[in-house]
């Protein structure tokens, strides 16, 4: 399961790794809010129920990155998976600070990133998460990759969009391809794994080594395994996330967007999606969850 921003918390992880993920990210973590503050430590620390996970750092200095990798493998211990590096954020709020995408145009410095975090946490993997390139029609995936490679980067996800298009228009998969033929490190596909079927195709058309699936798992945790789930699954599914989240400790502010997501395309999705929106507590939101399987199954 991909990292992703606002959404990959503890309890997403745990239903995704319930789900057949074979690994989970966290949200993407600020080294300058780990060196400066408490607070960005709560996106790192896993749940007590959970197994290994990858910890996703951001920022642009390899001092900071350095620091932040040793003490987060201090920190984890053998829960931690790996460290990935975000070279891939197309927000301009990131990429202005020369952070997230804004690295694909320094691979001087982004190699430096990789030693950095290497030195910090010596024998724990370091991977990077690309895109294409950073500007419509200019690809770099693949010479950069090389550069991270020889850095000493265990694998690169790489999705296969320009940053300057966020989410919009299709991946490229054949990005993705030019990258495999062009390192000899695991390459990870990323980029529109919105169902098993597109993961298993990917796969097949890219000679990835694996795929990371972001908002493929949107409602649907079922995506790394194929199951087709049923209505009756769904509603319990989001209510077993709406007890995942209120035990973890997390905002459950989040559970008004998992409402959307796992009722979508049910009868009256509308209706259950804006009843969510204003609940504040857990029992308000398991409310909406019985009242849609009374009136849907």
Known sequence: MAPMAGVSDAAYRLMARAGGAALAYSEMVSCAGLHYGEKSWELVDPDPAEPEIAVQLFGSKPELFRESAERVAARLGERLALIDVNMACPVPKVTKKGEGSALLENPELAAKIVRACREGAPGVDVTVKIRRGRY????????????????????????????????????????????????????????????????????????????????????????????????????????????????????????????????????????????????????EFLAVAAEVRAHVL
């Open 136 to 283: 419509m029609g200019q690809e770099v995936a693949p010479e950069f990759a090389r550069a991270m490679e020889d850095a000493g980067a265990a694998a690169v996800a790489v999705h296969g969009r320009f940053a300057t298009q966020m989410y919009h228009g299709e991946a490229d998969w054949g990005a993705v391809s030019r990258v495999v033929d062009a390192v000899g490190i695991p390459v990870i596909a990323s980029g529109d794994m919105l169902s098993h079927g597109a993961a298993r195709r990917a796969l097949a058309e890219t000679g990835a080594t694996a795929v990371m699936v972001a908002r493929g798992t949107y409602g649907n945790p079922w995506v790394f395994s194929g199951h087709e789930p049923t209505p009756a699954e769904r509603i319990a599914a989001f209510a077993c996330h709406v007890r995942l989240l209120d035990a973890t400790g997390a905002h459950l502010k989040r559970a008004r967007s998992l409402a959307g997501w796992y009722f979508k395309g049910m009868p009256d999705a509308a209706r259950w999606r804006n009843a969510a929106m204003s609940c504040v507590t857990a029992e």
